[in-house]
Nanobody, 126 residues
Framework: QVQLVESGGGLVQAGGSLRLSCAAS????????MGWFRQGPGKEREFVAA????????LYAGSVKGRFTISRDNAKNTVYLQMNSLTPEAAAVYYC???????????????????WGQGTQVTVSS
């Protein structure tokens, strides 16, 4: 089992940047594919980005590709989401999630992720 704690959210002006962090504790972090999801007000939770165990494979949602960067540091048990050129549409609660499936495959589907953090709020002012 793994516990996840997000940080780095806050209020930013449109066009600005934020870096989210997700610290993991418990079972060995490197066995998990990690993902970021978000849920805006009145919206369903949606996939943002995912990164494989060794960072070899990375996926992005089309809406963030080129502006957001996911990365991980297995030595620090942490996954990051660098968000640049933020728009008001990016305002949401951002969740990190861990996928412990033995396949190690990378997924956009939230049902493939076993463990979730509490979320961190990102607000973007126009």
């Amino acid at each position: 089992q793994v516990q996840l704690v997000e940080s780095g959210g806050g209020l930013v002006q449109a066009g600005g940047s934020l870096r989210l962090s997700c610290a993991a504790s418990g079972r060995t972090f490197s066995v998990y594919t990690m993902g970021w999801f978000r849920q805006g007000p009145g919206k369903e939770r949606e996939f943002v980005a995912a990164i494989s165990r060794t960072s070899f494979s990375i996926l992005y949602a089309g809406s963030v590709k080129g502006r957001f960067t996911i990365s991980r540091d297995n030595a620090k048990n942490t996954v990051y989401l660098q968000m640049n050129s933020l728009t008001p549409e990016a305002a949401a609660v951002y969740y990190c999630a861990a996928d412990g499936r033995s396949t190690g495959s990378i997924s956009r589907d939230d049902y493939d992720y076993n463990y979730w953090g509490q979320g961190t709020q990102v607000t973007v002012s126009s």
